[in-house]
């Protein structure tokens, strides 16, 4: 009833940045598990970060859209930075779009490792991503050996039609003024991936993490 109360109060796009209840979390962790999807959770950012990294053998190569939960977690950083990993994100930055496309593609479709996020996360077991040039999507759907997703349990929705609704009215505005503040252009949910089982059971894991992080 607490939780039924509260969502009443709060405006539909604010509700969506609140964490969700332990319990909640638990019935969403339960049915990723039961869809073929791993789940780890993490109290903060830190723990979050131990654990991603931890899930990374040495030396993988691992690539990795624009995610601001990595970016808050320090993951981002890490990876590019530690030595102790193949980034490929610095590499296709380096390499020129119009000699090197087709090994910009090849590279960035099917790395040993995909890190990322999502945008809602449903209690029914499902993982949604929304994405302006669909760069990821392919990566999380089936091109990389193994896809580890970052995701604050503010990210928890009912089911997918709420997922749709999370993105439209909390997702989109935030990361359209971050599209243009970094860019100079607009964002926009072009290509959306809806995952609802994992066809190789342990390839994708999902950290849920009890502090806000990203949109």
Do not use: C
Not at 16 to 26: H, K, M, N, S
Not at 44 to 50: D, L, P, S, T
Request: net charge negative; glycine share 10%; hydrophobic share 40%.
């Amino acid at each position: 009833m607490t939780e039924l109360k509260s969502a009443v109060a709060i405006a539909p796009s604010r509700r969506f940045g609140i964490l969700a209840e332990d319990l909640r979390v638990t019935r969403t962790a339960a049915a990723l598990e039961a869809n073929g999807i791993s789940v780890v959770r993490a109290a903060n950012a830190a723990e979050a970060k131990r654990i991603v990294l931890g899930l990374i053998p040495d030396g993988s190569q691992v690539h990795q859209g624009a995610s601001q939960s990595l970016e808050a977690a320090g993951i981002t950083d890490e990876i590019e930075r530690s030595g102790r990993y193949e980034p490929l994100r610095p590499r296709i930055w380096s390499m020129d779009r119009e000699t090197q496309g087709d090994d910009i593609r090849r590279l960035s479709s099917s790395p040993d490792v995909m890190l990322g996020s999502v945008h809602a996360v449903t209690e029914t077991g499902s993982l949604v991503a929304a994405s302006a040039s669909g760069s990821q999507l392919g990566p999380y759907a089936s091109g990389a050996g193994k896809v580890i997703l970052v995701a604050g349990t503010q990210k928890i929705v009912s089911d997918v039609e709420e997922a749709f609704r999370r993105i439209d009215e909390y997702v989109f505005p935030l990361e359209d003024a971050r599209a243009q503040a970094a860019y100079g252009v607009n964002s926009g949910v072009n290509k959306v991936l809806i995952i609802n089982k994992e066809w190789m059971p342990g390839r994708t894991t999902v950290v849920l993490v009890g502090e806000v992080l990203g949109f």
